[in-house]
């Protein structure tokens, strides 16, 4: 929720010269009432001269100004919180204003909130009152993300997004006066570094199937693996998306991150993973994205297969370099990823020329033709 100070003209009557514009709130989106109506602006009863004349009608706008910014800010926390500033700053805890904050944003990035909650509340600092919020527990959170991606159960993008939620909502607290002093100034943010690709190659992928884990992640990893599903549609997955028909199967649902229908071929041996037809979810009890992360390396651990920086997603990277080195088509790699930019779906190409070269650089004939 926004809350903008706006101001509209004002007709003169008469030859005394009165404040020509009056002040309002103008709420974006509109603020839902009791009973369901929208309310788009609020009249504050405060006037401005739009052209002041002189010092004192200067004076009076400042002073009006002042006024109509604090009733802003109050509102908005009003808003936020559903009580008044003075109250909120007493009681609100870091989380609770999180979660606040969290329920203004489209629900995909509520939904990335919420993860960034989650971990506010692990490293144990979502029970901290707003006053009380300082530098430390700031710093605090920036090391526990930068520990997660360290040990591979955060990847670099996500540790970022989060650390840029968590920023986000401290800039929300400042405007509002929930905090005392604005302390995105006081720490960096993460900074995204190299956007590597981790994949399995054909070899690694087959090794990886034929070495036996006692996890849930073996499943939805090959799953994955083969259709290219990120780990937000493997869960959502249900039987009635799977549809069997003459000329194969195909997974017809409504895709999670962007919240749009898909109709997805898959080939025989994907079908074939997911066992006999059921009813309900088609992976009844998936593991968490962070424990999937966590099992997905052990499981390469125990092949022997060497991939620093592998998460499940990187399934999802196998399964777009595996159909790139295979068709060798990219407008059909980014159809099968659903990427609406074909410079996201040409980072692969890139991936697998530098393998490519790497594989050139490595290869040793020793046929002593020498210069011959």
């Known amino acids: 929720m926004k809350i903008h100070l706006r101001a509209r003209p004002l007709k003169q009557a008469g030859k005394d010269r009165k404040p020509d514009q009056s002040l309002f709130l103008d709420y974006s989106p509109p603020l839902i009432l009791p009973g369901g109506k929208k309310k788009r602006w609020q009249s504050l009863g405060l006037y401005l001269y739009s052209k002041p004349r002189n010092p004192h009608e200067r004076q009076h706008n400042r002073e009006v100004k002042d006024l109509a910014e604090k009733i802003r800010r109050d509102k908005e926390t009003e808003v936020l919180y559903g009580r008044f500033s003075a109250q909120a700053s007493q009681k609100a805890l870091l989380v609770d204003f999180l979660r606040k904050e969290a329920a203004t944003r489209?629900?995909?990035?509520?939904?990335?909130?919420?993860?960034?909650?989650?971990?506010?509340?692990?490293?144990?600092?979502?029970?901290?009152?707003?006053?009380?919020?300082?530098?430390?527990?700031?710093?605090?959170?920036?090391?526990?993300?930068?520990?997660?991606?360290?040990?591979?159960?955060?990847?670099d993008n996500t540790s970022c997004n989060y650390m840029r939620y968590f920023r986000t909502g401290l800039r929300a607290a400042f405007r509002t006066e929930l905090v005392k002093e604005n302390l995105v100034d006081r720490f960096d943010p993460l900074?995204?570094?190299?956007?590597?690709?981790?994949?399995?190659?054909?070899?690694?992928?087959?090794?990886?199937?034929?070495?036996?884990?006692?996890s849930k992640v073996r499943k939805i990893g090959?799953?994955?693996?083969?259709?290219?599903?990120?780990?937000?549609?493997?869960?959502?997955?249900?039987?009635?998306?799977?549809?069997?028909?003459?000329?194969?199967?195909?997974?017809?649902?409504?895709?999670?991150?962007?919240?749009?229908?898909?109709?997805?071929?898959?080939?025989?041996?994907?079908?074939?993973?997911?066992?006999?037809?059921?009813?309900?979810?088609?992976f009844p009890e998936i593991i968490c994205p962070s424990s999937a992360n966590e099992a997905s390396q052990k499981w390469l651990q125990r092949a022997g297969i060497e991939k620093p920086g592998f998460t499940f997603h990187?399934?999802?990277?196998?399964?777009?370099?595996?159909?790139?080195?295979?068709?060798?088509?990219?407008?059909?790699?980014?159809?099968?990823?659903?990427?609406?930019?074909?410079?996201?779906?040409?980072?692969?190409?890139?991936?697998l020329q530098e393998t490519v070269r790497k594989a050139v650089d490595e290869m040793q004939f020793d046929l002593g033709a020498g210069s011959a």
């Not at 009152?129 to 959170?141: G, N, Q, R, S």
């Not at 190299?194 to 070899?203: A, E, G, P, S, W």
């Not at 937000?232 to 194969?248: N, T």
């Not at 195909?250 to 993973?273: D, F, G, T």
């Open 106 to 155: 489209k629900p995909q990035t509520e939904r990335q909130w919420s993860y960034m909650i989650n971990h506010i509340e692990l490293c144990g600092i979502g029970g901290i009152p707003l006053k009380d919020l300082d530098i430390h527990a700031c710093v605090h959170f920036r090391n526990y993300l930068l520990k997660l991606k360290r040990k591979g159960k955060l990847s």
């Open 191 to 214: 900074s995204p570094g190299k956007t590597d690709r981790v994949f399995l190659t054909m070899q690694e992928l087959r090794l990886l199937a034929r070495t036996p884990i006692r």
């Open 222 to 282: 090959l799953f994955s693996a083969m259709t290219g599903l990120r780990y937000s549609d493997i869960k959502a997955l249900k039987w009635e998306h799977v549809r069997d028909e003459e000329d194969g199967c195909y997974l017809v649902y409504r895709q999670v991150k962007k919240s749009k229908p898909v109709r997805k071929p898959i080939n025989r041996e994907a079908r074939e993973l997911l066992g006999e037809r059921g009813r309900g979810p088609v």
């Open 314 to 351: 990187s399934f999802r990277h196998t399964f777009a370099t595996s159909m790139l080195a295979v068709t060798g088509n990219i407008k059909a790699v980014q159809e099968a990823l659903d990427h609406d930019d074909i410079r996201t779906t040409q980072i692969y190409a890139k991936v």
